[in-house]
Nanobody
Framework: QVQLVESGGGSVQAGGSLRLSCSVS??????YAWFRQVPGEEREGVAS???????MYTDSVQGRFIISQDIAEATLYLQMSSLKPEDTAVYYC????????????????????WGQGTQVTVSS
């Protein structure tokens, strides 16, 4: 059974950087993604990475965030730079429910396995 565990969240000032990690036990060659959620709002897709290396970012993080993975370490990463207060959220990693995804996707219903989340707080 696949389990995802995020780490690396914390508090940082605007303009700073953080790197989130998602350790994947029982790793499968699937599409993985990062989502974020603010209390009272819907979960938002941030970045997605297919097993073929195709990547998608939501517009608000394009050019600031980088999604990557180390398959040997079974770990997904999200490098976040030039952080803004509006990036404050709980960040989740997720694994696709599909065996193969021709395109990356930021639709939450496309994902089956979720981590517990890690808080990122950006102060102005």
């Amino acid at each position: 059974q696949v389990q995802l565990v995020e780490s690396g969240g914390g508090s940082v000032q605007a303009g700073g950087s953080l790197r989130l990690s998602c350790s994947v036990s029982g790793y499968l060659y699937r599409t993985y993604a990062w989502f974020r959620q603010v209390p009272g709002e819907e979960r938002e897709g941030v970045a997605s990475l297919t097993n073929d290396g195709e990547i998608m970012y939501t517009d608000s993080v394009q050019g600031r965030f980088i999604i990557s993975q180390d398959i040997a370490e079974a770990t997904l990463y999200l490098q976040m730079s030039s952080l803004k207060p509006e990036d404050t959220a709980v960040y989740y990693c997720a694994m696709s429910r599909f065996f193969s995804s021709p395109r990356p996707t930021l639709i939450s219903s496309d994902y089956k396995v979720w981590g517990q989340g890690t808080q990122v707080t950006v102060s102005s």
